[in-house]
């Protein structure tokens, strides 16, 4: 893969641009890394840098395909992935397989990480065991040691909520209840009033998108965020935008990002603001910032070389407006998680000021530590 | 007693797809999609002309019957004595459309709609907390469904729609205006999907992809029911509903799959559905 | 002693939700006999062919085939133990040939129905007896049109055709004449008889001028039960049956049809 | 002639789809008057039918009812001026009991039979007014059809093949019943296999072949052409 | 006709030499094979709705299941790829044994739906099957060597091996059409009381039909898992069945090339749109099949033939061509 000295370095950005996930990350995803590009110089090593994008449309095969066709037809220097951790595992595959830098932004699955690391794969913005230790263990200390969890019936849900009930145990706190609806229910109800019956501190949703959105609306119908806590372990910004403060009001979520966590990021907040009339959430900020961070690796690397670019990676420290942290020899970015409270509708005095922040968990707690790793990489 | 809002919902549904499917041999995979627009229409007249909730569950099936109705004449009227497998295809394909340009224009987390004040809050009825939207959905979705059922079985206008399902050209040769009718059915048929959209709004998030959620499930309780019984598909929908709440309850791992376990059970014993007639 | 009557009903009851439609019917047929049955509109007759092929399930009572009991079989089943009959209403394979018709029915006879590996050459062996099938109806000339073109009265011949393709020991035709030209009505009598060596007929008519110039014996159905029974002269002249089926004058009647 | 003239074909074309039946029909029907079409199998008398109710696919020429142009109407217009077409094949709705059906064609002039006449004409209908339509036997569904239409008061009956099937009690007390319709001042149009049936019946007759008129003779003039009725019908 | 056999001949022999040659003109082997898979798929199909008459909405259950069996064989258990595929295979026959006995109670529209609702089921046990990886699919299926012998981790070795298996597939088709078993099924779409009449116990041909149909389409879901080295829940999905009506309707329901061709637009189009147009996929999908149902009824091949049809019939002067008939396929071209 010797490129020609004047040869573009192409970037692929793959993500679900039309379906379900079109909102937290989408063609606003891919924008980022155009801006992130641009705000480069659009120039790296002299050569010109091309960004692509493409819509998986939610499907493995196409993700793939696309992927392969991209490496082997456009000599494409690195690839990053969007939301679904199916499509990011099949093209994890395909990276590692032509051995290009591959970062996973939206896909939450920890198996890029574990059984399915490779040398090439960059987790990046955050994964699911992260967020339920961060909820659970933040919360836990603070006082809410009982917990329900109402959890999508299917391997991601069981996941999420495994994590958390880990974690919950791990601080001192017990489940005193579990309960778990099929994908896309959209009738709550009955969920809901087991969960009122068991006087738990904090119900905990082990499940996303509709699924959540529902379950949320339902939980405030039926007045349950008045006797408990209600926990997000999987909620994006927009998510809280689109059912209201109203709806939400006392959530509790764990994020890697928030528009509104300092000066840099009100910046870049404002500018996609601008664009888009809403604010960016932590995965367009992220694709943002893996980018820029790839392209100062290839700067310091001198090469767009896939294995000198992935030693730079892993030996260069990020610190941008998006987060500070580092690449471990797994392929998981280590960064500081935070768990944020969503404001209720007096407190929050400008558009999208939605949350307050509870509390900052440090990144070495809140991933899986490196002794605790699946992957094969860093096992001895 | 919750299964029976779900349920309100089925029926509603199922009692759309039934009218449509047992006047017209038409299946209306478009009906989750309508639905979905019904919610949108609510949502959107009242974000953008402050129309009420009340003025809402009648414009709403009012613009989303005057869309079927454009659909009707536009298109499904050239599928007439085709095999009625187009006339799904053709509705499916509609149902991608409009789901894909509603999630173009407003993403996918979707809206809130706010419960109408004069229902809000809720009553304790000892055992358990009935919201009081809940209990006028299932109210609500009576009445229509009743009175929908009479139209057709006991009217004149119900016997001129269930013939010309049959042979609308001799119908129609009998002086009947059967263009106009079927146009006009198919409209109330989306009507009635549009009404259980704003019924929907204010408990679930008004999102593109709530119709495709819902309509396979609807399609199950059609079958159960007895595809084009009117009266089928109404208790049907109830009844699923409870049952299905019920599963929630008891054993809520198979709530997804109970009511297709249900259809199939009920197909080997009933061919033709609880309320249908044998073929 | 039963080996005389191939079909023989003992107490054949159908009763509609109250309403008897066949009421006790005792019926034999004779081997090789044409055998008409007759009676006005909605005597039960075509409701009686149900019950023989399976179509319907009885009420009460039994049919007996060939002296088996075969009250209880399926449709399919009883088809190939060769009872076979014509609708009432014309049935054909429309986008099929008239020859692909015929051989429809002769293809079952080779047992290879579910050879799905085998080649449809196969079955060319059997377009030779498919014409000369369709030379008995007169449809040799239409063997490779498709059938939807056919006009009615052909597509009855090819029904026809078909039936007999299956060979069968006893057929039951539901008005063959019916909407054929006069020409038709002639010619498909003619083959009935024709058809009838070797096998025997059950047939419901209404055309008098077919029904006494070929049939043996005639059953008339009245109200789901026989009120007659017996040779054309005899039973045309009982009372009970003119003022039921054929009507006040007799000449008239002639001249209906 | 011509003032009361109630249906007047020109030049009639009708296909199916690609298959051109009508070949430029001819005819006139005046008022009171009952006239038989003619014909083989295939030679386009349905057809003829169909294109007067607007039900085959494409048609040309001119089709004028009481002088009034109906080629370019929908059926439901061309039904309202007053006609009423009992189908070949019966159109009986399945999904209707037979008083469902019998009651379905909307009124379309104000002289029909009222239903207790029709129950009288036809009693097995009012025994099986409850069944569905379809599971009447094939006489009575036969009955039910025509029955239908005389309700509606259509003053031009466009009866095909309606002795097909029928005992012959049944069928004499058909010719009875158009004999009274035509004392009533009915006009009638009577596509019949079964010659014997139409001609005491019909005023003139017309003799279809090949989707064009052959032929035409008054009732007087039946004798005297018995060979071409022979030629074409085979009688 | 001999003059149209010839032509399909030749037709048939280009596509051949097309498909031989294609790794070498440029085109992508792996997209190729997943091509052969969707086009086999869509074929299976075909001989449901085109030559049996019934319309299936659950075929991703065939398709999808056999996806994840084959890949479970051959991940967890270490089978080797051909008895993994025939593994998948035999799971999707017994799968769709299952399904079409209760579905072929019903007819027309209902059997649609009854499909579809019971894939749907299938659909849900794979959601929460603790085997399927949930959303992330089973990912990492290894494709091992054939027999143990013959190593396929090239492409272009895996390529004509597809291709083979495929092409025999294709071939197997036709020959199922035009069988003594293929006229049967031509009785029951045309008439089928008539062929009850007949003697036929129509509903164990449907059954068999329906279970060739799906033996096949898990064929070309196991063959699929080989090819990309995943099986994911968009495999089982319903919008997967969808996608393969469309690729029957848009190519020619009732031909046996139309599937192939439509296939194959269908998968282009998919990864022609993924970089073009984000968000209007589902609308352009959406708006191919109106306009296949408005106005392509018979489909691209179905449309040619009918057309191919017309003009013989006009110089033929016959007339009465008859253009209502559904979808003329070529198989009636070596039928008399
Ligand atoms: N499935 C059914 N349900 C209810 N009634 C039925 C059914 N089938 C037939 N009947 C009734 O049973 C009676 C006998 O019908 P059938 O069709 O046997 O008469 P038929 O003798 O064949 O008369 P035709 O000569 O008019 O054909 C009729 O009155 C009819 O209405
Ligand atoms: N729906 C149709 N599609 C195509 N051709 C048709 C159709 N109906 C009738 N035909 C053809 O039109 C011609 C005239 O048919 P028509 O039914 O008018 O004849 P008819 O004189 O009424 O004869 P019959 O005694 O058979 O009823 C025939 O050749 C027939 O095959
Ligand atoms: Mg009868
Ligand atoms: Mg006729």
């Given at each position: 893969q010797q490129a020609p000295a004047n040869q573009p370095v192409r970037i692929g950005f793959i993500t679900d641009m039309s379906s379900l996930y079109a909102d937290i990350d989408g063609p606003a995803g891919g924008e980022m890394v155009k801006w992130a590009v641009q705000d480069f110089g659009g120039k790296v090593l002299n050569r010109p840098i091309e960004v692509l994008t493409a819509d998986h449309q939610n499907k493995a095969d196409v993700a793939s395909s696309k992927a392969r066709e991209w490496i082997d037809?456009?000599?494409?220097?690195?690839?990053?992935?969007?939301?679904?951790?199916?499509?990011?595992?099949?093209?994890?595959?395909?990276?590692?397989?032509?051995?290009?830098?591959?970062?996973?932004?939206?896909?939450?699955?920890?198996?890029?990480?574990?059984?399915?690391?490779?040398?090439?794969?960059?987790?990046?913005?955050?994964?699911?065991?992260?967020?339920?230790?961060?909820?659970?263990?933040?919360?836990?200390?603070?006082?809410?040691?009982?917990?329900?969890?109402?959890?999508?019936?299917?391997?991601?849900?069981?996941?999420?909520?495994?994590?958390?009930?880990?974690?919950?145990?791990?601080?001192?706190?017990?489940?005193?209840?579990?309960?778990?609806?099929?994908?896309?229910?959209?009738?709550f109800s009955s969920f809901l009033l087991q969960a009122q019956g068991s006087k738990a501190d904090i119900l905990a949703l082990a499940n996303a998108g509709g699924d959540f959105t529902n379950a949320m609306r339902a939980a405030r119908e039926f007045g349950i965020?008045?006797?408990?806590?209600?926990?997000?372990?999987?909620?994006?910004?927009?998510?809280?935008?689109?059912?209201?403060?109203?709806?939400t009001e006392g959530l509790q979520l764990a994020d890697s990002w928030y528009w509104d966590q300092d000066e840099a990021s009100r910046k870049f907040a404002q500018r996609f603001f601008t664009q888009y009339k809403r604010m960016p959430s932590s995965l367009q900020a992220a694709d943002y910032s893996a980018v820029t961070t790839y392209l100062k690796a290839v700067q310091a690397a001198g090469t767009t070389d896939a294995d000198k670019v992935m030693a730079q990676i892993k030996k260069a420290p990020v610190n941008d407006f998006y987060t500070k942290g580092s690449v471990r020899a797994d392929g998981r970015m280590i960064h500081d998680m935070s768990l944020f409270q969503v404001k209720g509708q007096k407190e929050s005095t400008k558009p999208w000021d939605y949350y307050k922040l509870v509390t900052k968990v440090p990144g070495a707690q809140a991933f899986t530590s490196l002794a605790e790793s699946k992957c094969a990489l860093v096992k001895k | 007693?919750?299964?029976?809002?779900?349920?309100?919902?089925?029926?509603?549904?199922?009692?759309?797809?039934?009218?449509?499917?047992?006047?017209?041999?038409?299946?209306?995979?478009?009906?989750?999609?309508?639905?979905?627009?019904?919610?949108?229409?609510?949502?959107?007249?009242?974000?953008?002309?402050?129309?009420?909730?009340?003025?809402?569950?009648?414009?709403?099936?009012?613009?989303?019957?005057?869309?079927?109705?454009?659909?009707?004449?536009?298109?499904?009227?050239?599928?007439?004595?085709?095999?009625?497998?187009?006339?799904?295809?053709?509705?499916?394909?509609?149902?991608?459309?409009?789901?894909?340009?509603?999630?173009?224009?407003?993403?996918?987390?979707?809206?809130?709609?706010?419960?109408?004040?004069?229902?809000?809050?809720?009553?304790?009825?000892?055992?358990?907390?009935?919201?009081?939207?809940?209990?006028?959905?299932?109210?609500?979705?009576?009445?229509?469904?009743?009175?929908?059922?009479?139209?057709?079985?006991?009217?004149?206008?119900?016997?001129?729609?269930?013939?010309?399902?049959?042979?609308?050209?001799?119908?129609?040769?009998?002086?009947?205006?059967?263009?106009?009718?079927?146009?006009l059915t198919y409209g109330a048929g989306c009507a009635l999907a549009a009404f259980a959209g704003v019924l929907a709004a204010p408990i679930v998030q008004v999102t593109p992809l709530m119709g495709s959620n819902l309509i396979i499930v609807v399609f199950a309780v059609v079958v159960i029911g007895g595809m084009g019984s009117i009266l089928g598909s109404v208790i049907t929908g109830l009844g699923l509903g409870v049952v299905e709440g019920f599963t929630r309850v008891f054993y809520p791992e198979a709530s997804n799959v109970v009511v297709f376990v249900i259809m199939a059970i009920v197909l080997m014993i009933r061919p033709a559905g609880l309320f249908g007639k044998e073929a | 002693m039963a080996n005389d009557y191939i079909l023989e009903t003992q107490g054949l009851t159908k009763e509609f939700k109250g309403f008897v439609a066949v009421n006790e019917v005792d019926l034999q047929v004779?081997?090789?006999?044409?055998?008409?049955?007759?009676?006005?509109?909605?005597?039960?007759?075509?409701?009686?062919?149900?019950?023989?092929?399976?179509?319907?399930?009885p009420t009460r009572g039994r049919i007996l085939f060939k002296g088996?009991?075969?009250?209880?079989?399926?449709?399919?089943?009883?088809?190939?133990?060769?009872?076979?009959?014509?609708?009432?209403?014309?049935?054909?394979?429309?986008?099929?040939?008239?020859?692909?018709?015929?051989?429809?029915?002769?293809?079952?006879?080779?047992?290879?129905?579910?050879?799905?590996?085998?080649?449809?050459?196969?079955?060319?062996?059997?377009?030779?007896?498919?014409?000369?099938l369709l030379v008995q109806v007169g449809l040799e000339d239409f063997a490779d049109e498709l059938t939807v073109n056919l006009p009615y009265g052909r597509k009855r011949a090819l029904e026809l055709a078909t039936t007999m393709a299956l060979e069968p020991e006893l057929m039951l035709l539901d008005e063959p004449t019916q909407g054929m030209g006069h020409e038709d009505v002639g010619r498909v009598t003619q083959l009935i008889k024709k058809v009838s060596a070797g096998r025997t007929i059950l047939m419901v008519e209404h055309n008098m001028n077919v029904v006494s110039s070929i049939a043996d014996r005639i059953t008339v159905l009245q109200r789901g039960a026989v009120i007659a029974d017996g040779p054309y002269e005899e039973v045309s002249r009982n009372p009970q049956v003119i003022e039921a089926y054929m009507g006040s004058a007799d000449t008239e009647l002639q001249g209906a049809h | 002639?011509?003032?009361?003239?109630?249906?007047?074909?020109?030049?009639?074309?009708?296909?199916?789809?690609?298959?051109?039946?009508?070949?430029?029909?001819?005819?006139?029907?005046?008022?009171?008057?009952?006239?038989?079409?003619?014909?083989?199998?295939?030679?386009?008398?349905?057809?003829?039918?169909?294109?007067?109710?607007?039900?085959?696919?494409?048609?040309?020429?001119?089709?004028?009812?009481?002088?009034?142009?109906?080629?370019?109407?929908?059926?439901?217009?061309?039904?309202?001026?007053?006609?009423?077409?009992?189908?070949?094949?019966?159109?009986?709705?399945?999904?209707?009991?037979?008083?469902?059906?019998?009651?379905?064609?909307?009124?379309?002039?104000?002289?029909?039979?009222?239903?207790?006449?029709?129950?009288?004409?036809?009693?097995?209908?009012?025994?099986?007014?409850n069944s569905p339509g379809t599971r009447l036997s094939g006489?009575?569904?036969?009955?039910?059809?025509?029955?239908?239409?005389?309700?509606?008061?259509?003053?031009?009956?466009?009866?095909?093949?309606?002795?097909?099937?029928?005992?012959?009690?049944?069928?004499?007390?058909?010719?009875?019943?158009?004999?009274?319709?035509?004392?009533?001042?009915?006009?009638?149009?009577?596509?019949?296999?079964?010659?014997?049936?139409?001609?005491?019946?019909?005023?003139?007759?017309?003799?279809?072949?090949?989707?064009?008129?052959?032929?035409?003779?008054?009732?007087?003039?039946?004798l005297a052409n018995t060979a071409i009725v022979h030629e074409y019908l085979g009688v | 006709m001999g003059k149209t056999h010839k032509v399909f001949g030749l037709a048939?022999?280009?596509?051949?030499?097309?498909?031989?040659?294609?790794?070498?003109?440029?085109?992508?082997?792996?997209?190729?094979?997943?091509?052969?898979?969707?086009?086999?798929?869509?074929?299976?199909?075909?001989?449901?709705?085109?030559?049996?008459?019934?319309?299936?909405?659950?075929?991703?259950?065939?398709?999808?299941?056999?996806?994840?069996?084959?890949?479970?064989?051959?991940?967890?258990?270490?089978?080797?790829?051909?008895?993994?595929?025939?593994?998948?295979?035999?799971?999707?026959?017994?799968?769709?044994?299952?399904?079409?006995?209760?579905?072929?109670?019903?007819?027309?529209?209902?059997?649609?739906?009854?499909?579809?609702?019971?894939?749907?089921?299938?659909?849900?046990?794979?959601?929460?099957?603790?085997?399927?990886?949930?959303?992330?699919?089973?990912?990492?299926?290894?494709?091992?060597?054939?027999?143990?012998?013959?190593?396929?981790?090239?492409?272009?070795?895996?390529?004509?091996?597809?291709?083979?298996?495929?092409?025999?597939?294709?071939?197997?088709?036709?020959?199922?059409?035009?069988?003594?078993?293929?006229?049967?099924?031509?009785?029951?779409?045309?008439?089928?009381?008539?062929?009850?009449?007949?003697?036929?116990?129509?509903?164990?041909?449907?059954?068999?039909?329906?279970?060739?149909?799906?033996?096949l389409s898990g064929l070309a879901g196991a063959l699929k898992t080989l090819v990309m080295g995943f099986a994911t829940l968009s495999d089982v999905h319903w919008s997967m069945s969808g996608e393969v009506i469309l690729m029957s309707l848009l190519g020619g329901v009732g031909t046996f090339f139309g599937p192939v061709l439509g296939a194959g637009m269908v998968i282009a189009l998919q990864n022609m749109l993924a970089d073009k147009v984000g968000a209007w996929v589902t609308v352009i999908i959406g708006a191919i099949f109106v306009l296949c149902v408005l106005a392509f009824r018979k489909g691209i091949v179905g449309e040619w033939l009918a057309w191919r049809d017309r003009r013989v019939a006009r110089t033929a002067k016959t007339g009465a061509a008859n253009s209502e008939t559904p979808g003329p396929g070529e198989h009636r071209v070596g039928v008399s």
């Open positions: 037809n456009n000599g494409l220097s690195m690839l990053v992935s969007g939301t679904n951790s199916g499509t990011a595992l099949a093209m994890a595959k395909v990276a590692s397989e032509k051995k290009r830098p591959f970062f996973v932004i939206g896909a939450g699955s920890a198996r890029l990480t574990n059984e399915d690391c490779t040398p090439y794969t960059v987790h990046y913005a955050y994964d699911t065991v992260a967020l339920a230790k961060v909820a659970g263990t933040a919360l836990v200390k603070a006082g809410n040691k009982r917990w329900f969890f109402l959890t999508a019936d299917y391997a991601f849900g069981h996941s999420l909520e495994g994590d958390a009930a880990n974690v919950v145990k791990a601080n001192g706190g017990t489940v005193v209840g579990t309960v778990r609806h099929p994908l896309n229910a959209s009738d965020n008045k006797s408990m806590k209600v926990a997000g372990l999987l909620v994006f910004i927009n998510e809280v935008h689109s059912l209201g403060l109203n709806n | 007693m919750l299964g029976l809002v779900n349920g309100a919902f089925y029926a509603i549904l199922s009692l759309g797809l039934a009218v449509i499917f047992g006047l017209l041999d038409i299946v209306n995979f478009a009906h989750g999609a309508l639905y979905m627009m019904g919610a949108f229409v609510a949502w959107i007249a009242l974000d953008s002309f402050g129309i009420n909730y009340w003025l809402a569950l009648i414009v709403a099936p009012l613009v989303v019957g005057a869309i079927g109705v454009l659909i009707e004449r536009t298109m499904l009227r050239r599928l007439y004595g085709l095999d009625p497998l187009y006339g799904l295809l053709l509705t499916f394909g509609l149902a991608l459309i409009f789901e894909g340009l509603f999630r173009e224009r407003f993403g996918v987390s979707g809206q809130s709609y706010p419960v109408p004040d004069a229902l809000s809050g809720a009553t304790n009825l000892g055992f358990m907390i009935l919201p009081n939207y809940r209990a006028w959905v299932v109210l609500a979705s009576l009445v229509v469904c009743l009175g929908t059922w009479f139209l057709i079985e006991r009217t004149r206008l119900g016997a001129y729609l269930r013939a010309g399902t049959e042979n609308a050209r001799l119908v129609q040769a009998f002086g009947v205006n059967v263009p106009r009718m079927v146009m | 004779r081997r090789g006999d044409i055998h008409a049955l007759i009676g006005p509109n909605g005597a039960g007759k075509t409701t009686y062919f149900n019950l023989l092929t399976k179509f319907l399930q088996e009991d075969i009250t209880h079989e399926k449709p399919a089943q009883t088809a190939r133990r060769g009872i076979v009959r014509s609708f009432q209403i014309s049935a054909v394979f429309p986008h099929m040939t008239v020859l692909e018709n015929v051989r429809a029915a002769l293809q079952r006879g080779l047992g290879t129905s579910f050879h799905f590996w085998r080649a449809e050459s196969s079955l060319h062996p059997l377009h030779e007896r498919a014409r000369e | 002639m011509a003032a009361n003239e109630l249906l007047r074909i020109d030049n009639l074309h009708a296909w199916y789809g690609e298959s051109h039946v009508l070949h430029g029909v001819n005819l006139v029907v005046n008022e009171g008057e009952v006239v038989s079409l003619l014909g083989r199998n295939g030679a386009g008398r349905t057809t003829t039918m169909r294109a007067i109710v607007g039900l085959t696919g494409r048609r040309t020429g001119s089709i004028r009812l009481r002088g009034q142009e109906a080629i370019g109407l929908p059926p439901h217009r061309i039904a309202r001026l007053g006609v009423g077409y009992c189908p070949e094949e019966r159109g009986i709705f399945a999904s209707l009991s037979a008083q469902e059906n019998l009651m379905l064609p909307p009124a379309v002039g104000s002289e029909g039979m009222s239903v207790a006449e029709i129950y009288e004409m036809f009693p097995n209908l009012k025994e099986r007014a006489g009575e569904q036969q009955m039910l059809a025509v029955a239908r239409i005389l309700r509606t008061g259509a003053r031009l009956l466009l009866l095909d093949e309606i002795s097909e099937g029928l005992a012959p009690v049944i069928v004499q007390k058909l010719a009875e019943t158009i004999r009274t319709l035509r004392a009533k001042g009915y006009t009638i149009v009577l596509v019949e296999q079964n010659f014997r049936f139409a001609a005491p019946l019909a005023d003139r007759f017309y003799v279809m072949e090949h989707g064009r008129i052959v032929r035409e003779f008054a009732r007087d003039e039946l | 048939y022999l280009a596509v051949a030499v097309l498909a031989l040659a294609a790794p070498f003109i440029g085109l992508y082997p792996i997209f190729l094979m997943k091509l052969l898979c969707f086009a086999l798929f869509a074929c299976a199909f075909n001989l449901l709705l085109g030559f049996t008459g019934l319309l299936s909405f659950g075929h991703a259950a065939f398709f999808g299941g056999a996806a994840y069996v084959t890949g479970w064989f051959i991940r967890s258990q270490g089978w080797t790829p051909e008895a993994g595929v025939l593994a998948g295979m035999v799971a999707a026959a017994l799968l769709g044994a299952l399904v079409g006995g209760i579905a072929i109670r019903r007819q027309g529209i209902y059997f649609a739906m009854v499909t579809l609702a019971l894939a749907q089921m299938v659909f849900f046990v794979c959601l929460q099957a603790p085997f399927t990886g949930g959303e992330d699919g089973l990912q990492g299926v290894p494709r091992g060597a054939l027999f143990g012998l013959l190593s396929l981790q090239s492409d272009l070795t895996l390529y004509y091996l597809v291709l083979a298996v495929v092409v025999g597939c294709f071939l197997g088709i036709m020959r199922i059409v035009n069988s003594p078993f293929g006229q049967v099924l031509k009785m029951i779409r045309e008439n089928e009381p008539r062929a009850i009449s007949l003697g036929y116990e129509v509903d164990r041909y449907k059954l068999l039909a329906f279970v060739l149909s799906a033996a």
